[in-house]
């Protein structure tokens, strides 16, 4: 090999350790900032979902449909008015198994003191896959209703894959009552029922609009 040669070998392998050291930093740089831009996140941790009421982010997803024909999409801003009604709910179930499927506002009365939080909305155990009709309601569906000037709520759809049939005496809410809505805490009902952490989640924020639920 020539001393001509010899230069042109070294320059060459210089290079390429040179842009190996730059592209290196450039890769994290470009990660960190992945990790750092809020598009990123999932909406379950940018609107505290996790970890105000569960420990992660569920695999599936709760797909919730209000007769109006809106649907609830991760955090979407809907009206007390556009949710009076019980909505139609759907997620992917093993038929031989049962579910039981929560709706929870944590902020009552608002987000920044929820001393009264969090209010149960909805509760159905024992439901055969996705049929939702055929298990045993414990609370029925109540819409939201946050008061005047306590900013947006968040109501949160669970949906818990039950090791076993529930046994329950509880009598069932009504729509109309408050009793045992309030200070309902959703962890504490999954592990006193051996339910895990939720397969499936969905929800949906509003604010008063003139609506009590």
């Known amino acids: 090999m020539n001393y001509r040669s010899i230069c042109i070998f070294v320059v060459c392998v210089v290079s390429a ?11 994290q740089s470009k990660a960190k900032n992945t990790r750092r831009n809020p598009k990123n996140r999932s909406p379950l941790r940018r609107d505290g979902v996790v970890p105000d009421i569960i420990d992660s982010v569920p695999k599936d997803k709760i797909t919730v449909k209000y007769s109006s024909g809106l649907e609830v999409k991760f955090g979407n801003e809907l009206t007390p008015t556009q949710v009076k009604t019980k909505p139609v709910v759907d997620w992917p179930a093993d038929n031989s198994s049962y579910y039981t499927l929560v709706m929870t506002d944590p902020d009552a009365p608002s987000r920044e003191d ?16 996705n049929d939702v ?13 946050p008061p005047q000037g ?47 952490e939720p397969a499936a989640v969905n929800y949906f924020q509003a604010k008063f609009d003139g609506t009590l639920g």
């Open 17 to 27: 350790l040179i842009g190996v050291s730059l592209s290196e930093p450039q890769n």
């Open 114 to 129: 929820p001393i009264f939080g969090q209010y149960k909305h909805w509760l159905v155990i024992n439901i055969p896959g």
């Open 133 to 145: 009709a055929k298990g045993r309601t414990l609370a029925k569906y109540k819409g939201s209703g």
């Open 150 to 196: 306590t900013g947006l709520h968040r109501y949160i759809f669970l949906v818990y894959k039950q090791p076993e049939i529930i046994n329950s005496t509880e009598a069932t809410v009504a729509s109309n009552s408050l009793t045992g809505r309030p200070l309902f805490k959703v962890r504490e009902f999954a592990k006193k029922n051996n339910l895990g």
